[in-house]
């Protein structure tokens, strides 16, 4: 199977796309690969462009032609690099496109450590929350009938007492404005003997 992919088409097109945007680079792996020293700069470059491709589409193409027509670069250029690039990938059972297996095991450690932070930030926001996540009533179960009826009689009652207190101070403020001010002995002589004189 050669993995022949038309220009509409890129590989692993079926699969969902990766959800992290980046992933981790193992400098001293690279750095110490004997496959990795034995490439010239140019094959370098394509091979780093391969992992970029895998990481975001699935899988990379099975041949150079295929590589020319969806990276970029001729296909003189993939033709040449292609036997010290095609020794770092194996194909996929599902439908022969080529996978770096080191970047697949970099790929599950991220989705495991995604998941596991997901799951910690669950368990977290429900320690958290958890003393206000008890509900505050029932909305299923009705209200007992005698809890109506005594609210109804506690309104009524409070009604009650509250007129009765404005009644017993408006009582008090017209006893208090009508009631004839008592008078001093001598105050009430000149007032007797005003009106004697007037008379």
């Not at 992933?23 to 970029?52: C, H, I, P, Q």
């Not at 770096?100 to 596991?116: C, D, F, G, I, S």
Request: proline share 6%; glycine share 6%.
């Amino acid at each position: 199977m050669t993995g022949t992919v038309s220009h509409s088409r890129r590989p692993g097109q079926r699969q969902q796309r990766e959800q992290s945007p980046a992933f981790l680079f193992y400098v001293n792996d690279w750095r110490g690969s004997l496959k990795v020293r034995a490439m010239s700069f140019a094959t370098r470059g394509m091979f780093v462009e391969l992992l970029l491709e895998q990481w975001r589409h699935g899988a990379v193409p099975a041949s150079a032609a295929d590589c020319a027509r969806l990276i970029g670069g001729t296909t003189t250029e993939w033709t040449r690099a292609w036997p010290t690039l095609r020794v770092c990938f194996v194909p996929r059972k599902r439908d022969g496109l080529l996978v770096n297996p080191k970047l697949e095991r970099v790929r599950q450690e991220r989705r495991k450590y995604q998941k596991a932070q997901a799951e910690s930030g669950l368990r977290g926001a429900h320690a958290r929350w958890k003393k206000d996540s008890e509900p505050i009533g029932s909305p299923s179960k009705p209200m007992a009938k005698h809890s109506s009826s005594s609210s109804s009689a506690l309104a009524s009652t409070s009604s009650l007492s509250s007129a009765s207190d404005l009644k017993e101070k408006d009582h008090s403020r017209i006893n208090k404005h009508s009631r004839p001010s008592r008078l001093s002995p001598i105050t009430q002589s000149a007032v007797n003997a005003f009106r004697k004189a007037r008379e």
